[in-house]
């Protein structure tokens, strides 16, 4: 420790140092400023992109709460979807239940990622937990329909997770990229 503080005293006071000892001093402190800056640059940059990574208003986070319950809220529930502060359940284990949680936020970002965690689960029949689930980034917003609980002609984009036993596959995730056409 002494010698640290005589170190930071010989270079903070600019006190002239000679010989292999003050080279190797000086190629210390210059590697340490370094990896210093480095770390601070990295640390910056971490938490730049965090910031900019994560949108509160998109975002669903837990706990859960005042989704759709107020008029402050940045989401819409619609059909029978319930929140809870654990969980957003989109239908309950009933035939023919469509629900959605819909963002009234308007989404302008040019560059995104989208990250999701769900569960498809039921004690119904086996493999038949309803037709799936959809996640739609459109220009329109809470329009009930038949293609996983959104109107057929939209504008945006609609990415599908296909639940129903068809006979020619499984499961099934598809995007579909439309300008107010009809899904195919």
């Known amino acids: 420790m002494a010698a640290s503080l005589n170190r930071m ?3 903070t006071s600019l006190q002239p140092q000679t010989g292999p000892s003050a080279m190797e001093s000086l190629r210390k402190c210059t590697f340490l400023l370094i990896v210093v ?7 910056l940059a971490d938490d730049f992109e ?4 994560l949108k509160r208003e998109y975002s669903l986070i837990k706990p859960y709460r005042g989704l759709g319950f107020s008029s402050s809220s940045q989401w819409d529930l619609m059909g029978t979807a319930v929140v809870t502060p ?13 629900g959605a949680v819909w963002s009234r936020v308007p989404f302008y970002l040019r560059d995104w990622e989208l ?5 498809i689960h039921g004690q119904g029949k086996k ?3 309803g037709d799936g689930l959809a996640i739609w980034l459109t220009k329109e917003r ?4 038949p293609v996983f609980g959104n109107i057929n002609k939209f504008t945006g984009l609609g990415i599908f997770v296909d639940t129903y036993p068809n006979a020619e596959k499984q499961h099934d995730v598809s995007p579909a990229h439309q300008d107010n056409r009809a899904s195919s």
């Open 142 to 145: 809470m329009q009930n329909g």
């Open 115 to 119: 990250k999701v965690h769900f569960k």
């Open 50 to 53: 965090l910031e900019e990574f």
């Open 37 to 43: 800056s480095l770390l601070c640059r990295l640390s």
């Open 9 to 11: 005293n010989q270079i």
């Open 127 to 129: 493999n038949f937990n």
């Open 86 to 98: 654990d969980y957003i359940r989109l239908t309950p284990d009933s035939q023919s239940r469509q």
